[in-house]
Every structure is written in C-alpha cells, then in structure tokens.
C-alpha cells in the first residue's frame, strides 16, 4: 500500500481546504473475494487483500481524518464505520478473511469511540446485514437457489434497503445520536439475534 497513506491523507487535507471544516466521517469499504473462504483454503495473498480492502483501509481513514476533526473549532464530529453482522456470529460458510476484518473494525471501533470519548468525537461502527443493491443481488443471481435458502434464516424474510442503510448512517452522524459512541449499530434484520428453524 505504499502510496495510497499519503493520497488518504492529501484527500483530507483537500477536502478541508476547500469546505473549511469535517464534520462526519463515513468509511464505506467493502470487498469480498471470491478465493476468501475457510481459513484452511484461503491463500495468504488473498487474506491480505481483503484485510487491506476492509480494515487497513479504515485505519488509515480514521488516522489521516479524525486529527481534522480534533481541531476543528470547535472540535468534534462522528466517524461511522462500515462492518458486517459475520463480525458478531460465527459461521461455517462465511468468508472468513471478510469475517475476521470486520470484527477488526469493529474493535477498532471501540477502541477509538473510548480514546476519544472526551474529546467530542464519536466512534460508532454499522453491522450491516443484506442490503439490496445490484452487487448483492448479482452475487445470489450466480446462484440460483440460494436466495431462497437464505430468506429462510432471515427473521423479516427480505434484503433491508439503501433507504433504510442511509436512516441509519444520517442518524449516527447527527446530534441525535450524540450520547452513542464505542458501539455496532446492527443494521440486519435480526439476523444475529435469531435461530430460525424452517417450517
């Protein structure tokens, strides 16, 4: 990733420049890979690629954007990050390079929402489950079928929309949710709190 700390950094600094301010950060990264599956099949290339599209790439967000927020008069702001509901169960078909980046962001999360915590600066990450967008769709096109093997598991029995994903975003990013910081904001139809059985 050799040059790409220095363009997140000059992106910031652009953005400052032009608006005069930051006030919200939303870290929308998401990649999955198709060699990314068990541990025990996954090549180290691979496992690296997702952790840099999923993690690092949030890390060095928070680290090249937040300082922008510090000193901002007066200082404060939101950060959202983009996780996943796979960081908070565990699963015998999951990517688990995706799985295991997300649960990084989702530490990371905490970690940063309880340093800054006094600063007026608020940490919160989104588990996002399934979204209808056209990607997450294609992926389940591939396979005819197994949408409906899903649906099935899934407690409101249908994606969440990108109507539903932007409440959730504005929300954190406003005043209202000024008292929410260290925290996964589940965004998945109670996926992650359901053991659903077919009837």
Request: aromatic share 8%; glycine share 10%.
């Amino acid at each position: 990733m050799g040059g790409i700390p220095g363009g997140v950094q000059a992106m910031y600094d652009d953005v400052v420049d032009r608006y005069g301010r930051l006030d919200v950060i939303y870290n929308n990264m998401g990649l999955m890979n198709r060699g990314d599956r068990s541990v025990l099949d996954t090549s180290l290339q691979t496992w690296r690629t997702v952790h840099d599209a999923n993690l690092t790439s949030i890390f060095l967000s928070c680290k090249h954007g937040i300082p922008h927020l510090l000193n901002t008069e007066p200082s404060g702001g939101s950060v959202i990050n983009s996780a996943s509901f796979l960081a908070a169960v565990g699963s015998a078909t999951a990517p688990m390079a995706y799985a295991a980046a997300k649960a990084g962001v989702v530490q990371l999360t905490r970690d940063l929402g309880v340093h800054l915590a006094r600063s007026k600066v608020r940490v919160n990450a989104v588990l996002f489950g399934p979204i209808e967008t056209p990607d997450q769709r294609a992926v389940f096109d591939r396979n005819p079928g197994a949408l409906e093997k899903r649906l099935v598991h899934w407690p409101m029995g249908r994606f969440g929309t990108l109507e539903e994903a932007s409440g959730t975003i504005a929300f954190l990013a406003s005043d209202d949710s000024g008292f929410i910081t260290a925290t996964a904001v589940p965004l998945d139809g109670g996926i992650t709190e359901a053991f659903t059985v077919p009837e």
